[in-house]
């Protein structure tokens, strides 16, 4: 299937040529499978919805365009050019779709807005209190754990220095016998003792070398951590990977007080952008999709249904892996119901996902947000 790159390089008609396509392609995206969607404001909260309530508090206003798609915001910017196949909703999805990387390591994010605004987790660009607490607590029970070791060997030591002055004192007893016979039985005792006692102590001494190359390793890990996170808490600036491979320089905008959420945002190009699922709209049992970048595999996919929801949460059963976090969970049409966060795991059983609804990420980042 033939697919339009768009490029900084064209110039005219060439560029108006690529601005209708991409427009009918990306912007937005899945418009032409869904009707009018609105939006209104109830409790400070932004709400969107196919059908809205004849109570909304406010003005209700239709947020679909009408005739011909509109020119995206920022207009003037050249278009963000993304090598990438869109040949169903779900794959416009994922070419909305970035890795992001830190000195914490890496996640997921996905374009919300045409100007480049990205959301992601607030874990993926910064550290989090439960995050660091959780991290200190268990370099804590490490620590507790190096000294009970350290006990354990300098007891042994001891043990192996009083094996030592008794076989040195057997030793010199076998020596001093005047009795051939006995004296040659002291030495034979004396040569199998002195044999045990070698290999104890090569064990000992492999075993303790084992541990102090471990106990430096965990401290050398610990004080790497501990700068990586202060950097982190540091960097304004991040690295993320396009659905095509390509990287670019995304900037901090905002991290939520309140939520795992962070906001970034790419500058000095139109982007494609996420639609938000209209409000409600998606019922339990809908089929969803979470689009991420986990262990380092570009543009992965699961696939699942819509759970239910829990203490704010929407809960799938779509697999959501290390590195998916901040990555979108979308409906079949390719619209963003929420962002991928955590992982739920029991004794009992393994595949819980969980996902901020996407109106919580609108709500905590509606100041840095364009009004449109």
């Not at 002195?194 to 430096?216: L, T, V």
């Not at 709500?363 to 009004?371: G, M």
Request: hydrophobic fraction near 35%.
């Amino acid at each position: 299937m033939n697919r339009i790159r768009p490029t900084l390089a064209c110039r005219g008609h060439c560029l108006k040529a690529l601005l209708a396509l991409w427009l009918l392609a990306m912007w937005p995206l899945g418009m032409s499978q869904a009707g009018p969607v609105y939006r209104y404001q109830k409790d400070g909260v932004w709400h969107f919805t196919d059908t809205p309530p004849a109570d909304a508090p406010g003005e209700i206003r239709n947020i679909t365009p009408e005739g011909p798609a509109p020119a995206p915001p920022g207009a003037g910017n050249p278009l963000l050019a993304i090598d990438y196949p869109t040949r169903n909703p779900i794959e416009q999805a994922t070419a909305a779709t970035v890795a992001v990387k830190s000195t914490l390591g890496a996640g997921s994010g996905f374009f919300v807005t045409h100007e480049g605004h990205i959301l992601t987790n607030k874990h993926v660009v910064r550290t989090t209190e439960s995050q660091a607490a959780k991290t200190e607590a268990q370099f804590q029970a490490a620590e507790k754990q190096i000294d009970h070791l350290e006990q354990r060997f300098d007891e042994e030591q001891q043990r192996l220095r009083t094996a030592r002055q008794r076989l040195e004192a057997q030793q010199s007893a076998a020596k001093a016998e005047p009795h051939p016979q006995r004296r040659n039985a002291y030495q034979q005792d004396y040569e199998a003792n002195r044999g045990n006692y070698q290999s104890w102590h090569a064990d000992f001494q492999r075993r303790r070398d084992i541990f102090e190359n471990e106990k430096r390793r965990f401290r050398d890990s610990r004080q790497d951590y501990r700068y990586s996170a202060s950097l982190a808490d540091l960097a304004q600036r991040f690295t993320i990977t396009l659905a095509d491979g390509t990287t670019q320089y995304a900037r901090l905008l905002a991290v939520s007080a309140s939520h795992d959420l962070a906001l970034l945002k790419l500058d000095g190009y139109q982007t494609p952008a996420l639609r938000p699922a209209p409000y409600r709209r998606t019922a339990q049992g809908d089929p969803v999709y979470a689009i991420g970048n986990p262990a380092n595999l570009q543009n992965s996919v699961t696939s699942g249904i819509l759970s239910g929801v829990q203490q704010g949460f929407l809960q799938t059963n779509a697999q959501i892996y290390p590195g998916n976090s901040g990555g979108p969970l979308v409906t079949a049409e390719g619209q963003v119901l929420g962002i991928n966060t955590f992982k739920a795991l029991t004794h009992k059983f393994e595949g819980l996902g969980f996902a901020i609804p996407i109106e919580t990420a609108l709500e905590a980042f509606s100041d840095h947000l364009p009004k449109h």
